[in-house]
């Protein structure tokens, strides 16, 4: 399953507070877009009182390129090219220091930026659909499904077996900090157990190749030290609902 958005509405989610404020971090996300002519943000995380301190990882439908910008005053952005719309693909951000950042598309990694950024600030919000600047802007137009972000720095291969169709919860359970599957419309979270609030009014759609972990699987992780933080019991009752499947 997945959450269509649409731009004009706009649709988008928010959660009031910042999952993450300093680098290193990995953002991911599945999405299906029908954009070929402004930036689309897919996951963002920021200051919501300015425009100038956020990290985003989003699209640009003009230039065809996925992005993992990081802004303080001014921005700079990793990129790879090039997206193709209206088919499901996988983009990620990875930010490993302050003058080190990629962007992925598919698994496949694009030129460093080195540019030294320090983004600072107030970090207050998240953003699904949408960046993180004071107004509402760079929305999703299309699907969007299985958006997460971990405190580190992903290796190659892990973002390549996201993008293979792994589940967020089965690459670094440890060091994942935000998973929304985007299963429903509710936009529930499952590490901390928070629900997003909806602007617009989003629909639900089919989903990419993505395999859900088991029951099994996930109570695993209670094994060795590699606990899901803040995995809820209402977040198990959607995934023994969910059970083993693909979407």
Request: proline share 4%; net charge negative; glycine share 10%.
């Amino acid at each position: 399953m997945a959450v269509d958005f649409t731009v004009g509405t706009p649709d988008f989610y928010k959660l009031g507070s910042s999952i993450r404020s300093v680098v290193p971090m990995t953002l991911v996300g599945w999405g299906f877009t029908t954009n070929t002519s402004t930036e689309a943000c897919v996951l963002a995380v920021g200051d919501d009182t300015t425009t100038s301190h956020e990290f985003a990882l989003f699209v640009d439908g003009t230039s065809g390129e996925v992005r993992a910008m990081a802004r303080s005053t001014a921005s700079a952005a990793a990129v790879k090219a090039t997206i193709t719309t209206s088919v499901w693909e996988h983009y990620a951000a990875k930010y490993i220091s302050n003058v080190s950042r990629f962007a992925y598309l598919n698994g496949v990694v694009g030129t460093e930026n080195t540019t030294s950024r320090t983004v600072a600030g107030t970090f207050d919000e998240t953003g699904i659909g949408v960046r993180i600047t004071g107004t509402s802007v760079n929305t999703w137009d299309g699907f969007l499904a299985h958006v997460a972000a971990y405190d580190v720095a992903l290796d190659d291969a892990e973002i390549a077996s996201l993008a293979a169709g792994t589940s967020p919860l089965l690459i670094r359970p440890q060091s994942l900090i935000f998973y929304c599957p985007l299963v429903n419309t509710t936009a529930q979270e499952l590490v901390a157990g928070v629900t997003l609030t909806a602007s617009g009014v989003p629909t639900n759609a089919a989903g990419p190749p993505v395999m859900w972990p088991s029951m099994q699987e996930i109570e695993l992780f209670s094994v060795g030290g590699l606990t899901l933080p803040g995995f809820h019991g209402a977040n198990r009752g959607i995934m023994r609902g969910i059970n083993r499947g693909v979407g």
